[in-house]
């Protein structure tokens, strides 16, 4: 059995070699003989893949947006709970800040423990759990 190295050429589909519109029939063989031409007549465009570290280091920014975009949601969602029963948060940052946050461990209550008038309170510990 031959082990050899293979060299990999990723190339793009959305160049015009790619194009499909006048083909009825479509199959993987078709595809492979396509693709086997376009190398031979040096016509594949490759496309540059970044290194293994790049590529992580891009997934890790990629989950830190994820990450806000999750905790801006659930501040969102604690500000709405303030604002429909008429209380409010301090405004910006200091809503999140010492004096912030214990105010919403006040408020913060297992749902077990809420009036029927203040289910909003158990919600509101889902959100910040105290």
């Known amino acids: 059995m031959h082990r ?7 190339c793009s589909p959305n160049e015009e070699a790619w194009k499909w519109k006048y083909v009825k029939r479509k199959t993987d063989r078709d595809d492979a003989l ?6 031979a007549m040096d016509q594949l465009v490759p496309v540059h893949v970044p290194c293994a570290q790049q590529r992580e280091y891009r997934r890790l920014v990629n989950y830190r947006h994820v990450v806000v975009r ?4 659930i501040k969102n969602n604690i500000r709405s709970l303030f604002a429909q029963h008429g ?10 800040s010492l004096e912030g946050l214990s105010q919403l461990a006040e408020r913060s209550k297992s749902l077990t423990e809420c009036a029927d008038d203040a289910l909003w309170c158990g919600e509101l510990a889902w959100n910040y759990p105290s």
């Open 4 to 10: 050899g190295s293979y060299q990999v050429l990723v």
């Open 34 to 39: 396509k693709l086997a031409k376009l190398a």
């Open 87 to 96: 209380l409010s948060l301090p405004r910006g940052h200091k809503a999140w």
């Open 70 to 73: 999750r905790v801006n949601r």
